[in-house]
């Protein structure tokens, strides 16, 4: 089983990014996805999820949008209006048959 996780990159404030996260090695439908960040110096942390309805921490809620594709085991990561806070690496998590899986991350710079 594996996550792999686009479209990271370097854009200024004020931006829009675009995160990909494809689970492969699972054909069943997985119920739970979501997102993670961690920034420098700081412990990971909760962002986005989506399973029966979707879920965002207090400080993207507004600016930030998840989605996925059930049949694809694939889920997305919409940032906009990003703030040079929200610099980290980005990870996909799911959990999967007692499993807590993730992806090996993508970088998001976000400059002042």
């Known amino acids: 089983v594996q996550l792999v996780e686009s479209g990271g990159g370097l854009v200024e404030a004020g931006g829009s990014l675009r995160l990909s996260c494809v689970v492969s090695g699972i054909i069943t439908r997985i119920e739970h996805m979501a997102w993670y960040r961690q920034a420098p110096g700081k412990q990971r942390e909760f962002v986005a999820a989506v399973d029966s309805g979707t879920s965002y921490a207090g400080s993207v809620k507004g600016r930030f949008s998840v989605s996925r594709d059930s049949a694809k085991n694939a889920v997305w990561l919409q940032m906009n209006s990003l703030k040079t806070e929200d610099t980290g690496v980005y990870y996909c998590?799911?959990?999967?048959?007692?499993?807590?899986?993730w992806g090996q991350g993508t970088q998001v710079t976000v400059s002042s």
């Open positions: 998590y799911t959990y999967y048959q007692g499993r807590n899986l």
